[in-house]
């Protein structure tokens, strides 16, 4: 079976629970720390994908650790991943729910490339500009690419408005080139 197709079903099965808890923020926030520990700590996702490691090693483990950090749900969650040896679905069921979260908050995920880094106000100016241009809530990503030149490329979705020096660079030599 597809591991795609598993990871959305668990993170389905967490958003009803969830949900019929009252405690969809919160799980939220906790997937969030998880999917970021998981893809910054190589030592984390390595005893994750040990298969020596034995399932009840790792769910003692991870409850030492996260066990005061994270709602009793989550915790819960986990170990029955680990019980049913899908711990390495982790980071994809921790994407998978935060995007469920998202849909069903009404947020979109806008990712912004720069060619020189956004200060604080440019980020909150950007952000309600996008908010009343989108009618919706918005989560920002911005990263910096100096290859850019100048501008920036602005992602929504599955569009994409590319205002870079780069790009305009390009476009002028294909054209001077024909």
């Known amino acids: 079976m597809n ?17 019929e808890n009252r405690c969809l923020d919160a799980l939220k926030t906790d997937f969030e720390l998880l999917g970021f520990t998981v893809g910054e700590n190589d030592v984390f996702k390595k005893v994750l994908d040990n298969p020596v490691i034995k399932p009840q090693q790792k769910r003692k483990a991870l409850t030492e650790l996260l ?22 679905l982790l980071p994809d069921v921790a994407r998978d729910f935060i995007d ?27 952000r309600q500009q ?34 870079s020096l780069l790009s305009a660079l390009k476009r002028m030599q294909k054209t001077l080139s024909v």
């Open 3 to 19: 591991q795609s197709i598993i990871s959305i079903r668990y993170a389905k099965a967490l958003m009803m629970v969830g949900n």
């Open 67 to 88: 066990e005061k950090r994270i709602h009793p749900l989550t915790l819960n969650f986990i170990n029955l991943i680990i019980r049913n040896r899908r711990e390495f």
């Open 100 to 126: 469920l979260y998202e849909k069903s908050k009404g947020i979109k995920r806008v990712r912004v490339v720069s060619a020189a880094r956004m200060d604080d106000a440019d980020k909150q100016q950007l």
């Open 130 to 163: 996008l908010n009343v241009l989108l009618h919706t809530d918005i989560h920002m990503i911005t990263e910096d690419n100096p290859n850019l030149i100048g501008g920036f490329i602005l992602r929504v979705d599955d569009q994409q408005y590319d205002a």
